[in-house]
């Protein structure tokens, strides 16, 4: 085919032209994309990397900001006492982790490879602790095995407090993530395997450790890394049961809270943020492997009924179970007696915090602001973010590094983000520091804390949306807002409402963020927690934790029953 | 009236020069990082037609349909629909209704809303909206189907109600991305014909991405034919057909045999013992140049060989397939080392000549039947 070249238009001109003549032909709408992923991603940059920075430049300041290179870190380093702390950390980590991830694997096995009975029970009792704040098992270990403990023989002369305290508080905290990963670890397995090895004539013993295993542990090495992170990072625990027991997310605490020497506090922050971000890095590569393990075609994998297994599994479960409620119904237990141990009769009395702490109810009060702020503010944010990364048709460097920035909460701790807010936002000559000290940037660090999980969450319910429907409506020539709106947002109401239950839930439980950044005017329950076990109002800060739970369930039913009305109406047509 | 027209011919003309394609694709490239996706692309669309983009997968067809429709910019070139230059328009501010091969129907609304869903944004009032709905589901054939939602239909039911949306708006062009390969065979024959009806019949120039021959041949006005993001051929189905441009063509499209063989005179070719004579078509080779001669299976005479001269063979039977209304039968070329020859006959022929696995007939190569190119590895075994 030849053809006139009638334009005189061959394609051969400066490139950057071209760049610049399509920038002119975007309509409105991309305009109006573009704004979207700079505002958004201004966002990130102004709420989670100029802290992170602020906090890296603390580290190499005096007192009075003066640059002082590494001394701060030598000082740090030359003290045995903060050295020891490191030990201490990754002592109670690693061993917390191999208990945890031991106990979440034998329960997960349990729940998907055999043939007991109430499987759909035990994995709800299992999810129980994510519905209380980290101080929760802590107290309730205080009233087990404390001076005046029920049961305190069972430790023959050991304390409660310290590290045995902590790795028990631990395992109970962090049980439901280790335990949910290896669920679905030992869900995505092949029947066509195990036939093939009963074919063959394989012992148990060996099909477990050549096939079971094997195909889990991509989802063993994320559940241990989530162990090791989690138990690392939380800092209620060892606030109230460490005793003398020094580990890391104490120490930044003590430096900053206790003796105001905020450039130790940051340089601690940055000794915490090293594991942290190392075992993020392990995840993330861990993750990309276990996805192309199980392929389209794998037959699904139904245990068969084995009496001694089955029967072996259920005991464990339940005794997992008793552990789980015990320490639940202990806190509960402890909040309801009218004076521990002496008079056992059950009252509200210590639901009255208000005698206790001027700002009892409404700390309350502020935890349900703040976690309702942060999950219908986050969830908006959190869904644009995730529309523009997966659909958007433009800017496909932005949105890439946008992407990565969105990932990188997951590898901060708490402790160490709150820190940075406190750097950054307490500057006077920072335009931003009108929100220091206010509601607003509790629920501004609350969500950029909890932004990784929910904005995967959120684009993997984005990702299983046709990829052209965005073309279908440019070329009817809707906007792709309007597409947005009418389509997307009602395909995702399910992932939607998990992320701001998810939101809420952790909102209304987190202590370590936020613990640097309220004020008296906003204080939250989870805080009033900790004041009031500090100064001995341990009752009461059972009283408040069970308040905490209460609402965190009250949620969860609300989802459920959300859900279940969602599901009723859109029946007609989801598959 | 004609000084009307008379101006406005000699206006337009000044302007461009007359006769302008519908759509005009000049030296279009696309690369992607170090990937040429699509190299030198010129092509007009007359309007009305339905042109076919046919190739296999990653031939750059869906890219080339992606470049018209604005999803994806080309790296170079330029495009043109009715003479105005949309080359960086966003696709919004072409002219045309996309149907994909995933339908793309949205889930959660029912067939009418998918189908209006292009006009309420226009401010057209209620009742016309509606009015248009029904139109449009009794033209694709759904009358009735309004209430319903896409996962209650079948896929050739969501395949016609994409097309209602697309065609909702009135556009002045349709693109069909692989728009019957997520349906069974059934289906797409039928399809196929209403498809090709409903375009006839609305006029609509249609570009469509497949990589069927079957269908393109069969719907198409035109084809172009693809190959590693370049143009192998465009012309109608029949000269495609007849008269493949190269052997990756005559490959791609139907059953071909290929023998490969060395010019040895003028309109000679050797293929191993065997000397197969060739009409004018071979006259641009010359002694010595290797070439592949080209012959369909159901050009292969048998009957009044007395009326063929040249090209008279012997051969033996290797195996008979039976497909129903005809045989297809592979015969060992005598004195060509490993060659074999696919025919079609009519099972007529099969009864009148008592071909049977093992026996031997003659056959014919007509001469007017051989199609020559130059043996480049396309192909074939591509040995």
Redesign the interface.
């Known amino acids: 085919?030849?053809?006139?070249?009638?334009?005189g238009?061959?394609?051969?001109e400066p490139p950057g032209s071209?760049a610049l003549?399509?920038l002119r032909?975007?309509?409105a709408?991309?305009w109006i994309m573009l704004a979207g992923i700079l505002a958004i991603f201004a966002a990130l940059l102004a709420f989670l990397a100029l802290p992170l920075y602020a906090l890296l430049k603390k580290s190499v300041e005096d007192d009075k900001g003066e640059f002082v290179g590494l001394i701060n870190f030598q000082e740090y380093f030359s003290s045995a006492g903060l050295v020891n702390s490191i030990s201490n950390s990754l002592t109670i980590a690693f061993l917390t982790m191999i208990i945890s991830c031991t106990l979440a694997f034998t329960f997960a096995y349990g729940l998907t490879r055999t043939c007991m009975p109430f499987k759909r029970m035990f994995r709800a009792i299992a999810t129980i602790p994510i519905l209380a704040p980290s101080l929760l098992p802590a107290i309730s270990l205080v009233y087990l095995f404390g001076n005046q403990g029920v049961i305190k023989g069972l430790l023959f002369g050991e304390s409660i407090y310290g590290p045995i305290g902590i790795m028990i508080a631990m395992v109970f905290y962090i049980f439901p993530h280790v335990m949910m990963i290896m669920v679905t670890a030992l869900s995505t397995t092949d029947a066509r395997l195990y036939e093939a090895a009963d074919a063959l004539g394989t012992r148990p013993m060996r099909v477990f450790f050549t096939i079971t295993i094997p195909g889990a542990i991509y989802g063993i090495v994320s559940a241990a890394v989530v162990a090791f992170t989690l138990t690392i990072t939380d800092f209620g625990v060892p606030k109230v049961i460490g005793g003398q027991y020094n580990v890391l997310a104490t120490d930044i605490y003590k430096q900053v809270v206790g003796q105001q020497n905020f450039s130790m506090g940051a340089v601690v922050g940055l000794v915490l943020l090293i594991p942290a971000a190392f075992s993020f890095m392990i995840d993330r590569h861990v993750q990309k492997k276990q996805v192309a393990l199980l392929s389209a075609r794998a037959v699904p994998f139904h245990p068969k009924p084995h009496k001694l297994r089955d029967a072996g599994l259920l005991a464990f479960c339940i005794l997992m179970s008793v552990f789980l409620i015990g320490i639940l119904g202990m806190a509960a237990f402890a909040s309801l007696a009218t004076f521990w141990p002496y008079d056992l009769s059950l009252s509200l009395v210590h639901y009255d915090f208000d005698k206790v702490d001027p700002n009892g109810w409404s700390s309350f009060y502020n935890s349900l602001k703040m976690a309702g702020f942060t999950a219908v503010i986050g969830v908006t944010i959190i869904f644009l973010g995730a529309y523009m990364v997966e659909k958007g048709q433009n800017f496909p460097k932005l949105r890439g590094l946008f992407h990565m920035l969105a990932i990188v909460p997951m590898a901060v701790p708490g402790l160490v983000l709150g820190l940075a807010y406190v750097f950054f936002f307490s500057r006077p000559e920072n335009p931003l520091s009108v929100f220091y000290s206010t509601m607003a940037i509790l629920v501004v660090c609350t969500i950029v804390h909890f932004y990784t999980v929910s904005h995967l969450t959120m684009l993997t319910a984005l990702k299983q949306i046709?990829k052209?429907?965005e073309?279908?409506?440019?070329?009817?020539?809707?906007?792709f807002y309007?597409t947005m709106f009418?389509?997307h947002v009602?395909?995702c109401l399910p992932a939607i409402s998990e992320v701001m239950m998810y939101l809420f839930v952790n909102a209304m439980t987190t202590v370590s963020a936020v613990v640097f950044l309220y004020s008296p005017d906003t204080k939250l329950a989870a805080i009033t927690v900790l004041n009031l076990d500090d100064v001995g109002d341990t009752a009461e800060a059972a009283a408040m934790s069970m308040v905490i739970v209460a609402t965190s369930i009250t949620v969860r039913v609300a989802h459920g029953l959300l859900m279940r009305g969602l599901n009723a109406r859109?029946s007609?047509?989801?598959? | 009236m004609a000084l009307w027209g008379g101006a406005m011919a000699r206006t337009s003309k000044a302007k461009s020069p007359p006769e302008r394609a519908f759509l005009e694709i000049r030296d279009v490239s696309k690369k992607f990082g170090d990937f040429t996706a699509l190299t030198d692309i010129t092509l007009d669309i007359v309007e009305g037609e339905l042109i076919c983009f046919l190739g296999p997968s990653g031939c750059g067809k869906t890219t080339l349909l992606r470049a018209i429709a604005g999803l994806d910019y080309q790296t170079t070139g330029r495009i043109y629909q009715k003479g105005r230059d949309i080359s960086d328009a966003p696709p919004a501010d072409r002219d045309f209704g996309i149907v994909f091969q995933s339908y793309a129907l949205f889930p959660n609304m029912t067939v009418a809303k998918n189908i209006a869903y292009g006009l309420v944004n226009r401010r057209i009032d209620r009742k016309a909206i509606a009015g248009r709905v029904q139109e449009l589901l009794e033209l694709v054939g759904m009358p009735g189907s309004d209430d319903k939602f896409p996962a209650a239909l079948s896929g050739g039911q969501q395949q016609r109600v994409a097309l209602a949306r697309a065609l909702a708006t009135s556009p002045g062009m349709l693109l069909l991305d692989e728009p019957l390969s997520a349906l069974d065979a059934k289906v797409r024959e039928q399809l196929r014909h209403e498809l090709k009806d409903l375009q006839r019949s609305l006029g609509i120039t249609t570009v469509m991405v497949t990589h069927d021959q079957e269908e393109a041949l069969s719907m198409a006005d035109r084809i172009v034919v693809m190959s590693d993001g370049r143009i192998a051929q465009v012309g109608t189905p029949m000269e495609i057909y007849r008269n493949p441009a190269s052997a990756y063509v005559a490959d791609f499209i139907g059953s071909m045999n290929f023998l490969r063989g060395k010019m040895v005179a003028a309109r000679q070719v050797q293929v191993g013992r065997l000397k197969i004579a060739l009409d004018g078509a071979a006259k641009q080779f010359a002694k010595g140049d290797d070439v592949v001669v080209c012959i369909r299976p159901e050009d292969v005479a048998v009957r009044d060989l007395g009326k063929f001269k040249v090209n008279n063979f012997a051969m033996s039977i290797r195996d008979v397939e039976f497909l129903g209304s005809f045989c297809r039968v592979i015969l060992d070329v005598e004195g060509v080392k490993d060659a074999e020859l696919t025919a079609d006959f009519s099972i007529n022929l099969m009864r009148d000549f008592n071909l049977v696995r093992g026996g031997k007939l003659k056959v014919a190569l007509p001469r007017r039947r051989l199609q020559v190119f130059r043996d480049d590895g396309q192909g074939g075994d591509r040995k």
């Open positions: 085919m030849s053809a006139p070249d009638i334009s238009a061959t394609g051969l071209k003549r399509r032909a975007l309509k709408e991309s046709d052209e429907f073309s279908v409506s440019s070329s009817l020539k809707v906007p309007r009418r389509v009602p395909i859109h007609a047509w989801r598959e």
